[in-house]
T-cell receptor, first 119, second 116 residues
Framework: GAVVSQHPSWVICKSGTSVKIECRSL??????MFWYRQFPKQSLMLMAT?????????EQGVEKDKFLINHASLTLSTLTVTSAHPEDSSFYIC???????????????FGPGTRLTVL | AQSVAQPEDQVNVAEGNPLTVKCTYS??????LFWYVQYPNRGLQFLLK??????LVKGSYGFEAEFNKSQTSFHLKKPSALVSDSALYFC??????????????FGKGTKLSVIP
């Protein structure tokens, strides 16, 4: 099946610094990628949808200036958490859409996640 | 609004017994339904999906799901549970957001524990 990688798998940073997380679709092209945040024992919360070559669409309540998303190619999207604070500590998961047959039967595949801890 | 509900926070089953993880949906139009599994500190793995066609969908690792339109359900099943099936399971529905765009809306998840 389709594979999505994420790097790094975990990161610890000091408060006030910025952290970049990469998401790559390894064996398919993804015009659309998604970024989720997951708190312990909770479901995934969609943060934003990114389309290759255009600006990301952020969900209500998600600060676009704090969570910068770039989707520069059909296989790479990045999430940068700027001026990170302890409350940004979370598990961040990316997802890429494999278009499949004419966009109807497409499936989202997920990366392994990035555990961010802000001290 | 499109949504899915997973009524059980946790399901316990003995190894070798059949397992069922429940999901009901609320959508307008034809639903596109998915099941994913998440192991600790990992991302989600795709198990199966229902778009159209046969109501019984077969997926990865021996899992299957039955689409029931009259009961608006899409329960995940496996005939014989393994200890390695212990994980968090998410049901999801494709939600159209307009202008040809769509996203997945997830249930809250069900923790499956298979007891040796």
């Amino acid at each position: 099946g389709a594979v999505v990688s994420q790097h790094p798998s975990w990161v610890i940073c000091k408060s006030g610094t910025s952290v970049k997380i990469e998401c790559r679709s390894l064996d398919f092209q993804a015009t659309t990628m998604f970024w989720y945040r997951q708190f312990p024992k909770q479901s995934l919360m969609l943060m934003a949808t990114s389309n290759e070559g255009s600006k990301a669409t952020y969900e209500q309540g998600v600060e676009k200036d704090k969570f910068l998303i770039n989707h520069a190619s059909l296989t790479l999207s990045t999430l940068t958490v700027t001026s990170a604070h302890p409350e940004d500590s979370s598990f961040y998961i990316c997802s890429a859409r494999d278009m499949g047959l004419a966009g109807v039967a497409d499936t989202q595949y997920f990366g392994p996640g990035t555990r961010l801890t802000v001290l | 609004a499109q949504s899915v509900a997973q009524p059980e926070d946790q399901v316990n089953v003995a190894e070798g017994n059949p397992l069922t993880v429940k999901c009901t949906y609320s959508v307008s139009g034809n639903p596109y339904l998915f099941w994913y599994v998440q192991y600790p500190n990992r991302g989600l793995q795709f198990l199966l999906k229902y778009i159209t066609g046969d109501n019984l969908v077969k997926g990865s690792y021996g899992f299957e799901a039955e689409f029931n339109k009259s009961q608006t359900s899409f329960h995940l099943k496996k005939p014989s549970a393994l200890v390695s099936d212990s994980a968090l399971y998410f049901c999801a529905v494709r939600t159209f957001t307009g202008a040809g765009s769509y996203q997945l809306t997830f249930g809250k998840g069900t923790k499956l524990s298979v007891i040796p």
